[in-house]
Structure formats: C-alpha cells, structure tokens
C-alpha cells in the first residue's frame, strides 16, 4: 500500500509539472502546439491528476493512515554553509482535500477557457501560465518543508501577474499586474523571514519536524513565546497579502482584469484562499499565544466587515465579487482563530465552488436579471439592510463615501508603504552616487535626463 | 393577436382592408440566437384550426434546422458536416454556453437591403446578407406615400445597423469596445473593460470579426425619379444619402434596368461581373464553406 501511495503521489506532482514542461518547451522553441492539442494534454494531466488523488483519499481513508510523506531529497545542499533546499510534499487531511478542490476547478476552468479563449492570440499564453499556476497551488498545497511552500507561492505569485496583465498591449491590466506582484512580494518578504526565524529557531524546514511528527491538526511548536509572536505577527502579514485581508483587499478587484475564466477561479477562488491555508498549515504556532489568536481574530473580522460593506456598494460585478470573496475569507480567518480548522477548511472549499459559478455566470448578468425579473413580473428586491436605514443621514453618506472608496487603502499603501520606500532607495541611489563620483571623480552612471 | 379581434376586423373593414373569416393570426417570437420560436396565445386558437397550425408549425421547424445550418458554418467550433438537426442542437448548446464569446453573429457581413416585391429576388443566394423589406410598387401612386414610409423606417435603421458594423471593424478599439473577454457589467448598464475604464460603446471583436465593412447598399424597386423626389421631401433620408452614409439604386418596376446613386442623380448601371453561378439549391452553395460567397442563382435558370 505504501509504495501505491508513493506512486500515486508522484502521479499527483508529476503530472501538471509534465504539462508545464511541455507547453514551456514547446513554446520557448517557438514550436507552439495546436490548440486542440494543449485541450487535450490539460484535460488529461488534470483528470489523471485527480483520479491519483483520489485514489490517495481511499487508501488514506481505508487503511486509517492519516498523512503520507514524499521525500525529494534536498534539491541544493551546500554542507558548509549549512543551506539546503529540501523538497517534500506531504498528503494529509488538510492537503488531500485542498489538492482535490484545486483539479477539480482548474480542470473546469481548462475546459471552460478552451471555448471561451478559442481563435485568441494569447490562446497559448494562457495555458502556459495556467499550467504553472497549477504546479504552483499544488506545490503549496502539498508542501512539506518551508522552501517548497515558497516554491509553489513564487509559481503562482508569476502566473497570477502575468494572467491579471493578460491584455498587456493595453496600460491598465500591466499596471494592475505590477501592483499585484508588488503586493505578492510583501507577503513573500514577511512570509520568507518568518520562515528564517523558525528555521534559525527549530533548526528545520520542514513543518513535520518543526511541529512534533503529529499529524494534521494535532502538534505544537517548540518556540518561547516572543519568537512565536514574531513569527505569527510575520505569517498574518503574509497571509493578509496573500488573502487582501486589510489592508492589502485592494489588488483582489485589480486582479480582475484579465479574462474571466482566469480572475474568476485563480483569484476570487483560488490564490485567495493561499493565506489561509498558511494560517491553517501552521495553525500550532498561532494555538498557543491568546494575543496572537485575537490579533489573528480581530483582522479576520474587521476585514470581513470592511470587505461586506464594500462589496455592497461596487457598481460593477466584478468587483462586487472580489470583496464579498474577501469577505468570507476574513470569516475563515475569524474561524481559524477560535481553533475551527475543519470549519475553516470546509468552509474554504465550499467558497471556492460558489464563487467560481458566480464569477462564471457574471458576463451573463444583465440575461440573468431579465430572465428573474420577468419571471416574478417585476423589479428585483434593493432594499437596504435595517443597520443602514437606521443610521443618520450623515453617516450613511461618510460610510458609503468610506466603502466606495473602498476604505482608502489602495491610497494610503501608496503613501504611507510605497513613497516613503522609494523614496529611501532614491536617496540610497543619490548616496552612492555621491560617493562614487568622489571616489572615481566622475559620474558613475550613464548620462541621463533628468 | 389584436387582428383576430372581430371588432379590430370590423374598422379594418370599413377602411377598406378585408380579412377573410378564414384568416386567423397567431403571434411568435423567433430568437435568432437559438433559432427557436416561441408561439404565443396558443390556446385560443379555434379547434379547427389546430391541424392548421401543427402543419405550419413542421414547415417552421424545418425552417430553424435549415436556418441554423446556414448559420453554422460560419462558426469554427461547428463541424461543416453538420445535419439541419445537429445545427438546431448546436446553436442551441451555443447559445447557453457560458464560455462561448461568439454565441451569434447577429447581422455581421450585412451588404444590402432589398425594398420591392420577392418575386423579383427569387431563387436569388445572398449568402445571408441582405435585408429584405417587402414592397408592392404596382399597389403605390405616383407620389409613394406607402414607399415614403418604408424608406423613413428602413433607410435610418438599416443605416444604422450597417454605419455600426463598418466603425466597430474599421477602428475596433475606438469605435467599437475591443475584446470581449475582459468585459465586466456595470451598474446593470453597460460594460468596461477589467477593473476600471471608460463605458464601452459599439460592437466587440468576436461581433465584427467576420464582418467586411462596407456602406449598405439600397435596391429599391421603384423608378429613379420617385425616389429622388421622396429624398427632396425627407431631409433625414436625403442627408444620409447626398453624403455617402448609404448607398442607392434602383430597379425598375417592369424590366431587369438598374440606376445607381451618384452625386445628386441615378445613372444607368451595366453589370461588369461575369453573370452568377448557378446551383442546384442554397445547400450546394455554401456546404463545407466557411467564408464569404458570391451570389448565385438556384435551380434552373428563370426567364426574365
């Protein structure tokens, strides 16, 4: 049984990377294959994909084992300096089912793209980056170790940025591409120190050793109390860019502007939840600090609130969408603090499909008002929610004005994040200009125009 | 159906328009997307009449099948070796795919619009780019009043339709609203493209991008001097005209004589293109075709 587990579980990573391989190399060849051809390769890596993993779901179930360890081996070991980059994938109760959600939606959206994408320019493109975006989720899904989880984010962080700037002969979705892989990286940079701390605590990488051997969700960490606060402190704000918790919510509306198939299910369903999943992979460390949880508890539900206001207000559908998604995302947050990680994780699956269909089904809006409204004879119910009438004139219009615009915070990351670190590195810049130029006696630079 | 009304029958009459007792009038409603008609007010039909009715409505349901393979093979994701029923069946499944950009090509490659009787186009393949408007000249008087109002409606709209089509292709960016795949609804009105843009006005790529853009040209079976006059009364007709929105010609009521439009005047229109192919019927002319078609008479060669 066990060597069937490994097999399969090779099936489960080998198989989308096989996709990407081939879609890469035939297209850096410029030997690009023919549509029908890409269909078919996606099709059958993902079904094949998905029917290992189910075949890991039952024999984990039949056989009551309750986690299965793929070890890679260290992909770079360098003995000296103490550094390896050590891959392995773990299946468990919480990577199974998330693997299995992960097929079974890109493998929809393969389908569904393969029509709506057909005689496109960018036909190719698109199954390219959706092929590593698969590679991406699944590896952060199933990782074991830290450096594999930062693989698969780094994967789908590049996919994501290049499908939001899908249209790229246009200014808007390039911008918002740039803006969202801005925001990825922030997450990326809290999420790599945190991984340094407790790699510089524990020793390891990996998450088994890192939490005591004990399967998900049992095991706890070994770290004093100000380590672990750090460390938690650095995952929520990796986890709130990942999943536009506040007061990153602003790049989930700007993702989508791409195609529809691609923002629907890779971001208002997907990466969305990435973040949450890291809170629930590495619940322990949050378990033992109160002050920790309630933080992680007071962002979840501010977020939540903020997102449900917001979303009521978007005057377009997509955007609507993006912040209810955010919405519930800050509810599993709020779920994964009180210690309801299965609430949390089903409640995370059962978002997903919802949205997906949701996200789907919105170019059909305006056929789908109709058909409602002409069914029931008449308008569709607008009313406002009883809090809202029930507030002052006054106030009502502060906090739409707060929630159209979407609570500043797009602008305030602009001025209070990104100017002031421009403007530290400008001055770095100008610094060693400075003293390059009385060093050498000449510009170091190349000529420019001011 | 207000014409089934004896009453409505009754003032019909005394202006002079007669509807037999006989004559019963069912309303539908044809979606040109799934080719798929819907009867209205079925049930009060008189019983008699029901035999009637389950006949016309085979010759429809051959109609659709025969309409949607026509349609078909203008779609790329359509086998050309489609039967009448596997094209209703895929227009169908098209039109509720919710990943299909291009569920119909709604008027794109419209070329003409036709006013004058049928019989004078019979047996005529137009490759579905013509609009027809019926138009008996012979039941007109020498001022067309019954003409004036056919061209006040069809010249502006089919004017419209064409004058849309030829932007949208012509600058798809500027006049029409770009790719559709990005498109995003809002506030139920309209759409922009992803995140934030202006409202996008105009027909999208997948709309256009079989269309040829073209002025429409008018065929109205009538005599050059009538329709000039009419375009002396109607300023709105005359400007579309005299500026080259539209296209004119004429044909005559009693011969094949054709004018054309040119700066304020018809002149006489001889034919350079060699005469149409014949076939067999509209099957032999488009079957495994994708892209556009000449003309072509059907069925054996008519006396003019």
Known sequence: ?450 | MMANDHRVRKILESRGVCIPETTCFVGGYHNTCTDSIEYFDVDRLPPTRHMDFLRAQEVFDQAREHNALERSRRFTSASLDLSPAEALRHVEARAEDLAQARPEYNHATNAICFVGRRIRIRGLFMDRRSFLTSYDPTSDTEDCPILTRILQAVIPVCAGISLEYYFSTVDNMIYGCGSKLPHNITSLLGVMEGAASDLRTGLSQQMVEIHEPMRILFVIENTPEAILAILKRNEVLDRLVSNGWVQLASLAKDSNKLHIYKKGGFVPYEPTAAPPPVHEDSYACYHHKRGHLPFARLGAQRAS
């Not at chain 1, 081996?73 to 392995?88: A, D, M, T």
């Not at chain 1, 997907?270 to 322990?284: C, D, E, K, T």
């Not at chain 1, 508890?297 to 449900?308: C, D, N, W």
Request: proline content about 4%.
């Open chain 1, 1 to 450: 049984m066990s060597t069937m587990l490994t097999y399969l579980a090779a099936i489960v990573v080998g198989c989308p990377i096989l996709t990407l391989v081939i879609l890469g190399l035939s297209g850096l060849l410029h030997r690009p294959l023919p549509e029908a051809w890409v269909d078919r390769l996606t099709k059958f890596h993902v079904t094949v994909g998905l029917l290992a993993t189910l075949g890991i779901l039952g024999i984990m179930i039949l056989t009551d084992h309750p986690m299965e360890v793929m070890d890679l081996g260290n992909f770079v070991e360098i003995g000296q300096k103490h550094f390896h980059f050590h891959l392995e994938f773990i299946f468990d109760r919480l990577s199974v089912p998330m693997v299995l959600m992960t097929f079974v939606l890109v493998g929809v959206i393969g389908s569904f793209a393969n029509i709506y994408l057909q005689g496109d320019a960018g036909y190719y493109r698109f199954f390219v980056c959706f092929s590593m975006f698969l590679v991406g989720l699944l590896f952060a899904f199933l990782a074991g170790t830290i450096e594999t989880l930062f693989l698969g984010w780094e994967l789908v962080g590049l996919s994501s940025a290049l499908l939001i700037a899908y249209f790229h002969e246009r200014k808007a979705p390039v911008e918002n591409g740039l803006r969202v892989w801005g925001i990825y990286r922030v997450a990326d940079a809290a999420f790599l120190m945190a991984a340094l701390m407790m790699h510089h605590m524990t020793d390891q990488g990996e998450f088994l050793r890192m939490l005591s051997q004990q399967p998900w969700p049992q095991g706890q960490t070994h770290m004093d109390a100000w380590t672990s606060l750090t460390v938690g402190i650095l995952l929520l704000v990796a986890a709130s860019g990942k999943s536009g918790l506040i007061p990153f919510s602003g790049w989930l509306p700007r993702a989508m502007e791409g195609l529809t198939p691609s923002s629907a299910v890779f971001y208002g369903a997907l990466s969305i939840h990435l973040g949450a999943y890291l809170l629930l992979r590495l619940g322990p460390v949050f378990s033992e600090s109160v002050l920790l949880r309630v933080l992680m508890f007071g962002l979840g539900a501010s977020t939540a609130i903020f997102a449900a206001m917001t979303s009521r207000v978007q005057t377009d559908v997509k955007s609507a969408l993006a912040y209810s998604s955010v919405c519930q995302v800050g509810i599993i947050v709020m779920e994964i603090a009180l210690g309801l990680w299965y609430l949390a994780l089903v409640h995370i699956i059962g978002h997903a499909f919802l949205r997906s269909l949701q996200l789907l089904r919105a170019p059909t809006l305006l056929r789908d008002y109709r058909t409602l409204e002409n069914a029931i004879g008449g308008r569709l119910a607008n009313g406002q929610p009883m809090w809202v009438s029930g507030l002052e004139k006054n106030r009502q219009v502060q906090w739409y004005r707060f929630a159209l615009e979407r609570g500043y915070m797009d602008s305030m990351i602009d001025h209070l994040m990104l100017k002031p670190f421009c403007r530290l590195f400008k001055t770095f810049e100008r610094i060693e200009d400075y003293w390059l130029k009385a060093l050498d006696g000449r510009s170091s630079r190349p000529p420019q125009d001011s």
